[in-house]
């Protein structure tokens, strides 16, 4: 991506990645509970997302409308 942000930053909370990702809070949770996401915590205990964060939740969605299961996800992930 070119920006001003490094992609590694943790600046964005969920509702903007709600937004941007286009999918539900409980969506985001459950593939941080999967492992196949972690965002950072601030102080207030809040996932923080980096804008990798999001190319990789965005990855997750394409693969989920694709018809991939939770499991092929993360072997492709791994790759």
């Known amino acids: 991506m070119n920006h001003d942000i ?3 930053k943790a600046t964005f909370p969920i509702s903007v990645v709600k937004e941007l ?8 949770r459950y ?4 492992g196949l996401i972690s965002p ?7 996932r923080m997302f980096t804008l990798e964060d999001i190319d990789r ?3 997750i969605k394409s ?16 790759k």
């Open 6 to 8: 490094p992609d590694q």
């Open 21 to 28: 990702t286009h999918l539900s809070g409980r969506q985001i």
């Open 31 to 34: 593939y941080e509970d999967q």
């Open 40 to 46: 950072a915590r601030n102080d207030g205990n809040r």
């Open 57 to 59: 939740l965005k990855t």
């Open 63 to 78: 693969y989920i409308d694709q018809g991939i299961n939770i499991a092929g996800i993360k072997a492709m992930l791994k």
